[in-house]
Structures are given as structure tokens and as C-alpha cells.
């Protein structure tokens, strides 16, 4: 409540400041998506569209620290500011962050993640033009600082949260827009995905076997299961991606599969400026809910996907995939929301994402591979 109190007693002071602002250079939007990346991945379409109705517009992104490779070489982004969550607790965090988006004169924002220091931060700025998306999942505060913001875009179930952003530059003048996503590797990161898979016999399975959400982690023996299922029944060699902490469990799947050269571990080895390039080797990306399957969406990978817990109508891949989800069979499926995000199952059992099986997922991958190339009936 102390951030309501203090927004109401500074609007007429904003208001009036930001009235004469206006007078600012328009040819300026600043995007707000601190979220995760896969979210991020689900933006990207929201900076080309701008670029693309007015390119010599400034186009800037407030983003997570986690988040920043996966924009950096985005040819649509102009300039990428980081929000340090941690620095940002407290008012006096927000009023600083406010005062040096102040300084970089923007006359528009676009909050895609509408939350309290999102809204907070482009109001204390006094960006004349504030444009916000207004959750189907939004607590009493959050509501009333969205009425803060000089336009919103209301986000209506079952409307993908995709669409929501994209709708959302109506209010720019944009009216027609597509919905493919992007991203871009680094430069040269192509040569280093031929080396580091140079010698392993494709074509390619990619596993994602990591997470940054537990509620979300389908688990190590199902994944190890699974790779054993590849390797007996199919004629593909299985590359294993995620981050450093999954390089332990890389090593045992490879153990397990007891198969030389039929495995790679990858875990860690590459950055996530340099990723694309590698998932681009893959016929297919077996994966939870999570940033690796929207990055191989975006680049044309088919996907199967152990949806779990996950509000698939929120978000989801819009290329070639198999989603694999209990809907019906427990009440609480789906829990995960773009905007209402857990981070444990409040019930503690997760057998949305248990009674998936690795049988469930071969027969997934089984409806998009072709059947020349090895696999058993």
C-alpha cells in the first residue's frame, strides 16, 4: 500500500510534468519485459513491428539481467537498460531507476510485464505515453496502479499473452502485425556449433533437461529414460542442453545410455548468444515449459513439450509441436500463468508433470519425426 500512497500523492505533480514533456521527440518507445525468457522470446515480434511502422524510432527495453543475451543482438532494439531486481527493493531504488530513464527522454513506454515497479518506475520518469497491459491475474494494488498509465490493453483469456503485447500497439497506431518470433546467435556462432558437434553421427535429438522454475522439472530419471528410449529405438543421437547445474545430470544420462557417441553433453558449453546456432542443427527439441523451446520455436525446430502445470492458451509454441498436458484430470491444471507465475505446487505432489511419461513423450515425438529414419514402430 505504501507505493499506492506514494503514487497518488506525486500524480498531480507527474501529471503536469508529463504534460509538458510531451513536447518531447515522439519518435521514442520504451519497452518494459522483466520477465523470464521465454517471455522474452514472445516479445521479440513486439520490437521488429515497431521498427518496422516507424524505423527511425528510437526503440529501447527495460529487461531482466538473465534475459539480456537473448536480446542483445536483436537488429530492432536500439538500447537495452537493465533492472537489477535486487538493487530495485525499496522506494528510494525506484525513484533512482525512474530518474535515469528521466534522463534518456523517451516519450512512449510499453509495460508488457505490468508489475509494481514496472508501472512505478515509467510514472516516476514521467514518460508522457504510458501504455500497459492489464493481467487477467492482477491483486487490488496492481490494479489501481495500472490506472496510472494513460492507455491499457486488457489481456482476455484464452488470448495468447503474444497477442495481448501485439494488440497492444493499437495504441501506437500499429494495426496489423505478424506473430513470428526471432532470435539472433552472435557472430560466428554458427562455426562453433559445427565444431563442438563435429564427429557426433546426426541427425539430431535435442533434450532440454533443465529449468530456472522447479515447479516445472519433469526430473532427472525421466529424462534419462527417455534418452535411453532415442537411442534404442531410433537411429538419432541426442544432444543434451541446459546450464551449468545440468552438467552433473548430462553425465549420468550419458552413463545410462550406455551408448558411445549416441549422447553429447552440451550442458553449459555454450552461451545463450550462441545457442541458436546449435538448436538450429536439431531436428527436433524435447523440452518442459521453458526458454529453450521458444528459442527453438522461433527458429522453425519442431518441439514436444511437457507442459505440466502451464497455461498453454497464455503462451505456447505456434510452430510444429506436440503438447503434452493432463487438462481435465486434476483441477488445478493449469496453476502457471504468464502473469500468475508459482514456483511450487501448492498441493506438493506435481503429478501434472509425474503422470507424463517417457512413453507419453516418445509417442509425441514419434507424431512429428519421420519414420526413415530408424525409428521402430
Known amino acids: 500500500m505504501i507505493y499506492l500512497f506514494l503514487a497518488y500523492i506525486s500524480y498531480p505533480f507527474v501529471f503536469f510534468v508529463s504534460r509538458f514533456l510531451a513536447k518531447r521527440d515522439k519518435g521514442s518507445v520504451l519497452v518494459f519485459q522483466t520477465a523470464k525468457i521465454g517471455d522474452m522470446i514472445c516479445t521479440t515480434p513486439v520490437f521488429r513491428e515497431l521498427k518496422k511502422a516507424y524505423p527511425n524510432a528510437r526503440i529501447g527495453v527495460v529487461i531482466d539481467a538473465v534475459t539480456e543475451p537473448v536480446v542483445r543482438h536483436n537488429p530492432y532494439i536500439d538500447e537495452i ?17 525512474a530518474r535515469e530513464l528521466y534522463r534518456k527522454g523517451y516519450s512512449s513506454a510499453l509495460i508488457l510485464m505490468p508489475n509494481t515497479a514496472n508501472i512505478l518506475c515509467a510514472f516516476w520518469a514521467m514518460i ?3 501504455v500497459a497491459v492489464f493481467p487477467d491475474y492482477a491483486g487490488a494494488t496492481q490494479r489501481r496502479l495500472l490506472k496510472l498509465n494513460t492507455h491499457i490493453e486488457y489481456h482476455i483469456h484464452p488470448r495468447m499473452s503474444m497477442e495481448t503485447y501485439l494488440r497492444s500497439l493499437r495504441h501506437f497506431g500499429i494495426d496489423k502485425w ?28 535435442g533434450l532440454a533437461i533443465g529449468t530456472g522454475n522447479a515447479l516445472k522439472d519433469w526430473g532427472k530419471d525421466n529424462f534419462l529414460t527417455l534418452a535411453g528410449k532415442i537411442i534404442d529405438q531410433t537411429g538419432y543421437t541426442v544432444v543434451l542442453l541446459g546450464a551449468d547445474k545440468d552438467a552433473t545430470t548430462g553425465e549420468e544420462i550419458i552413463g545410462y545410455a550406455k551408448s558411445e557417441g549416441r549422447v553429447v553433453n552440451l550442458c553449459g558449453k555454450l552461451t545463450l548468444t550462441e545457442i541458436p546456432a546449435l538448436i538450429k542443427m536439431m531436428d527436433l527439441l524435447v523440452g518442459v515449459d521453458t526458454g529453450l523451446v521458444y528459442m527453438a520455436d522461433a527458429l522453425g525446430v ?75 514402430a
Not at 324 to 345: A, E, I
Request: charged share 25%; net charge positive.
Open 81 to 97: 537498460i537493465i533492472f537489477d531486481r535486487a538493487a530495485g527493493c525499496g522506494v528510494m531504488a525506484k525513484v533512482r531507476f
Open 128 to 130: 508522457p505515453v504510458r
Open 178 to 205: 505478424e506473430m513470428d518470433k526471432e532470435v539472433y546467435a552472435e557472430p560466428g556462432a554458427d562455426e562453433k556449433a559445427r565444431i563442438i558437434l563435429k564427429g557426433a553421427k546426426g541427425p539430431f535429438i
Open 302 to 376: 519442431p518441439v514436444v513439450v511437457v507442459a505440466g502445470p502451464c497455461d498453454m492458451s497464455d503462451q505456447r509454441p505456434t510452430g510444429s509441436a506436440v503438447i503434452l498436458q493432463l487438462n481435465g484430470v486434476w483441477g488445478c491444471v493449469p496453476c502457471s500463468h504468464t502473469f500468475k507465475t508459482p514456483y511450487d505446487c501448492r498441493y506438493g505432489h506435481k503429478r501434472c508433470l509425474i503422470e507424463i511419461t517417457p512413453d507419453d513423450v516418445f509417442k509425441g515425438l514419434r507424431k512429428i519425426l519421420p519414420a526413415d529414419n530408424g525409428i521402430k
